[in-house]
């Protein structure tokens, strides 16, 4: 083996490349020895955000409920409004329905399309686009419906109940919307809402992108929560007092049962997440976080001694983002605290939204809470990355009722009850450049070897 080094150093020598295999031998080293977060943390410090724009497209009481996301492989936006009021313009006499707005990153509408002269599935909840650009899934709290990337419907499903006030459901889907998984009758009572009774509904439906239902599963209790992974292959879900674990064909592959039961709101009480990649499933009992792996095996059990609200995993079960009444918290593997966000929990009022980038790198925090003295809504927004460095906050006095982080974490957008932002966050695009470069270069070292050991092995003529 050693002969075959200094053959193989013998030979650079000779053709001149030791000096050059050195110098990508040590870049690939500094660059690589530290993790990729670590180089990330670094640059960080420095970033800082910018607002894009911010335009108002609407007045306060036209419409309501309001989805954005980016529109995946192109710089634009995808904006859903639920119009309520008819709105007359010198171009055009916009009716009541859904509309589906495209903007570029200047503010300036691209294309807009109703996609229905009614309200067709409820008061629109989600908004997603597939992966490859082309298809476009609404959920609202009646169907659902798949529309192609200029908001044609494609087909819709609408669930019929018999009090529409309080019919709701919710829907998740791989990122391809090829499979799209369904909880219907997911009934709540028109009580005061620390005192009603809520009637869950024990199904759950898987539909493909066709709109055809390919199979249906009953549990034995109502299923509070539910989520799936990127690739709709397994799918979580919290009942009462049970987890279980299925797959794409409907089977069990595991449960848990004897969970302790809360006699809080069932929809904002039973935590529950699973990784992008199907391989973790983080759930709440009693005061404590459970992070379990596939094959059922125990990660992690970190108890914060406060009601879990919900809960995010961060890439394998690196991380777990966690959101209980009087903090957003930030826990590792081992359960150390990384970070700890205080908010002002007020029932009905408060709530969290969080959005990632694709790596799972950078991670935006909607925390909205209410002014008691003024009775007034604000909303905190925060943007961190998964090492717990809070680069900058922002304070809003409008309400944020959707938020999204592009792949690659350079831009925020969220929408409020009339207006649309945009926001470069400040993540600096040459520590980007500089990983991937060390990436290459590693590579290319790497795959030079063989050619190395041939011409070194090479008896010369």
Not at 329 to 334: E, F, G, I, S, Y
């Amino acid at each position: 083996m050693l002969m075959i080094i200094g053959d193989i150093f013998r030979t650079l020598k000779k053709i001149r490349g030791l000096t050059f295999l050195i110098v990508l031998v040590v870049f690939s080293t500094i660059s690589v020895i530290g993790t990729p977060m670590e180089a990330q943390t670094v640059a960080d410090k420095e970033s800082n955000y910018k607002v894009l724009f911010e335009r108002s497209m609407w007045s306060y009481d036209e419409c309501a409920t309001l989805a954005v996301t980016f529109s995946p492989q192109e710089n634009s936006l995808y904006v859903l409004v639920m119009r309520l009021l008819t709105r007359i313009t010198k171009e055009e006499i916009l009716k009541p329905g859904y509309y589906l707005y495209a903007l570029d990153f200047y503010g300036n509408i691209l294309w807009k399309n109703k996609i229905s002269e009614n309200y067709s599935v409820g008061t629109p909840r989600v908004l997603l686009v597939s992966e490859d650009n082309t298809k476009i899934l609404v959920g609202g709290h009646e169907g659902v419906l798949l529309a192609d990337k200029r908001g044609k419907i494609l087909w819709m499903y609408k669930f019929e109940s018999k009090t529409p006030k309080s019919y709701h459901i919710q829907v998740k889907a791989s990122s391809d919307l090829k499979r799209i998984v369904v909880q219907p009758l997911y009934t709540v009572a028109l009580a005061p809402i620390t005192q009603g009774d809520f009637l869950n509904g024990t199904e759950i439906w898987l539909l493909n992108e066709e709109g055809k239902i390919l199979w249906k599963r009953t549990l034995p209790e109502d299923i509070m929560r539910f989520d799936v992974d990127q690739q709709g292959e397994i799918i979580a879900i919290r009942t009462r007092a049970s987890l279980y674990i299925i797959n794409a064909t409907g089977s069990v592959l595991w449960s848990i049962h004897g969970l302790n039961s809360s006699s809080l709101v069932p929809t904002i009480s039973y935590a529950l997440c699973i990784s992008k990649d199907g391989k973790y499933i983080a759930f709440s009992n009693g005061t404590s976080v459970y992070v379990f792996s596939l094959n059922k095996k125990q990660i992690l059990n970190v108890d914060l001694n406060d009601t879990i609200l919900s809960c995010w995993i961060i890439g394998s079960a690196e991380k777990l983002l966690i959101y209980t009444k009087s903090s957003i918290v930030l826990v590792n593997r081992d359960g150390k605290e990384l970070l700890r966000i205080p908010i002002h929990y007020v029932p009905v009022w408060s709530w969290v939204l969080v959005s990632m980038d694709k790596n799972a790198n950078y991670m935006v925090i909607s925390i909205q809470s209410k002014n008691e003295n003024t009775e007034k809504p604000y909303n905190n927004i925060y943007f961190i990355n998964s090492s717990g460095n809070i680069f900058w906050n922002i304070n809003r006095s409008d309400i944020v009722l959707g938020i999204t982080l592009s792949e690659d974490g350079s831009k925020l957008a969220f929408i409020s009850r009339n207006k649309v932002v945009l926001i470069d966050t400040g993540v600096p695009k040459e520590t980007i450049t500089i990983k991937n470069l060390a990436l290459i270069t590693t590579l290319v070292v790497i795959s030079s070897l063989p050619i190395i050991f041939i011409i070194a092995r090479r008896k010369p003529r």
